[in-house]
């Protein structure tokens, strides 16, 4: 499992957890300190993961990426880049494994129905299937000290078999998006 931007590992632990062999990425040196300390001997990189891909050229493919990408930030830019999301995404999905997967949690504007990035989702789904796009209330993460909405995309690198691209636009709590996935409706897979 491939966490790109690894921040301080609440992702990368919940994989562990879950027995996952992780290859993690941070930029910033202070959270490469933590992580390093968390997850001691797993393999950690240091390097923009808007270019994931081409700095692990050589490196094992994960099956799995699992990724909280920045919203708007790129390093040496001083203001907004809102290609940020879409230029993390593109690079982990070239670099996934054929027949991985890759989630994102990322800003609830990142959405197939949104019309600024519905041609991006358009051409990944041509190369892969987006299985769900589901935005997320803000308010589950209260105690983190936010409210911003965001939105869980899961995408699986195989041929895609429909033009259609699952999308929820309201947005769901927790409980909700549960029940969504232990239905496995047809609507969303």
């Given at each position: 499992?491939?966490e790109?931007s690894?921040?301080?590992g609440?992702?990368?632990?919940m ?6 062999s992780l290859m ?13 300390r968390?997850f ?5 990189f ?5 270019q994931?891909n ?11 990426v699992?990724?909280?990408p920045?919203?708007?930030a ?21 670099r ?8 994102t949690i ?11 990035w ?9 190369e892969?299937?987006v299985?769900?796009?589901v ?9 983190h ?5 965001t939105?869980i995309?899961v ?20 409980p909700?998006?549960?029940a969504?996935?232990?239905q496995?409706s047809n609507?969303?897979?």
């Amino acid at each position: 499992m491939l966490e790109p931007s690894a921040g301080t590992g609440l992702l990368a632990q919940m994989a562990k957890l879950r027995g996952a062999s992780l290859m993690l990425n941070e930029l910033a040196s202070d959270r490469s300190k933590i992580l390093r300390r968390l997850f001691p001997g797993t393999p950690l990189f240091g390097v923009n993961a808007e270019q994931i891909n081409d700095y692990l050229v050589g490196k094992t493919q994960p099956s799995v990426v699992l990724m909280n990408p920045p919203f708007c930030a790129s390093p040496k830019i001083n203001s907004r880049n809102p290609d940020a999301t879409k230029s993390h995404i593109n690079s982990a999905l070239q670099r996934l494994a054929d027949g991985g997967r890759l989630v994102t949690i990322s800003a609830n504007w990142f959405s197939p129905n949104n019309p600024t990035w519905r041609e991006t989702f358009v051409k990944w789904h041509s190369e892969a299937r987006v299985l769900m796009s589901v935005g997320v209330n803000g308010k589950v993460y209260s105690k983190h000290g936010t409210q911003i909405d965001t939105r869980i995309t899961v995408i699986d690198k195989v041929p895609a078999d429909s033009s259609e691209i699952p999308c929820i636009t309201e947005t769901l709590n927790l409980p909700e998006i549960l029940a969504l996935i232990q239905q496995g409706s047809n609507a969303i897979w």
